[in-house]
């Protein structure tokens, strides 16, 4: 079973300034890993996926998050947010492969407040 | 294309009843997911359909049941509803049994009185 943890359940930054939302995960099997945001009254939405290659990935809006095996890790950042960033983020996490659960688990979720 | 479409938006029901609602998933997408959002609990997986077909079930009560049609549209009903069921259901789609690339919906926000 696999299983996410968002380490800050809330993080207030100012306009412009850099940003990193923590995500760590459990699993036993390789995994596959996401960050989706939420904005208020709202779906969830891709930023962005790790599937296998590069550990650095990058997304929409600027953000990119690194997968780092041995941390077990996968930490969103963006070097310099907007107003328009305030939102809810929640890092997620699948098996590998095809088949299986083919479930997503999600962290707690990681409300950004970008402040002028 | 057109996206994950979950109807309704909003809906409000009495205690004990019981709600239906749909999501239709991006065309050509065989595989919707269901989920429930609460600020307690967070998001937790409900059920998996595939092709008509259920292969996976998350950990709630015989309540909540769902069903996928031939054309890929699905539905999820909760029988006697509680206070605690409200909450905002979000489907997703995606294509076909990759663990990745799900769209989800913008969620129907139930409220129980």
């Known amino acids: 079973a696999q299983s996410v943890t968002q380490l800050d359940s809330q993080v207030p930054v100012f306009e412009e300034a850099p940003v990193e939302l923590r995500c760590n995960y459990s699993?036993?099997?390789?995994?596959?890993l996401f960050w989706y945001v939420q904005y208020p009254n709202q779906g969830l939405q891709l930023l962005l996926k790790y599937l296998s290659g590069s550990t650095l990935v990058k997304g929409i809006n600027g953000f990119e998050a690194e997968f780092n095996k041995s941390q077990t890790s996968f930490h969103l950042r963006k070097p310099s947010v907007h107003i328009s960033d305030t939102a809810e983020y929640f890092c997620?996490?699948?098996?590998?492969?095809?088949?299986?659960?083919?479930?997503?688990?999600f962290g707690k979720g990681t409300k950004l407040t970008v402040n002028p | 294309k057109a996206g994950v479409t979950q109807t309704p938006r909003y809906l409000i029901k009495t205690r004990g009843q019981q709600v239906t609602l749909s999501c239709s998933p991006i065309?050509?997408?065989?595989?919707v997911s269901w989920y429930q959002q609460t600020p307690g609990q967070g998001l937790q997986f409900l059920f998996e359909?595939?092709?008509?077909?259920?292969?996976n079930k998350g950990n709630f009560p015989g309540r909540f049941s769902g069903r996928q049609f031939s054309n890929s549209r699905s539905e999820m009903n909760v029988s006697t509803l509680e206070l605690g069921d409200s909450a905002l259901y979000l489907c997703?789609?995606?294509?076909?049994?990759?663990?990745?690339?799900?769209?989800f919906g913008s969620g129907t926000r139930l409220t129980v009185v």
């Open positions: 997620a996490v699948s098996p590998g492969g095809q088949g299986g659960s083919e479930k997503l688990v």
């Open positions: 997703a789609s995606k294509l076909g049994t990759h663990n990745y690339g799900y769209t």
């Open positions: 359909y595939f092709s008509e077909t259920q292969r």
């Open positions: 699993s036993s099997v390789s995994v596959y």
């Open positions: 065309s050509g997408h065989r595989s």
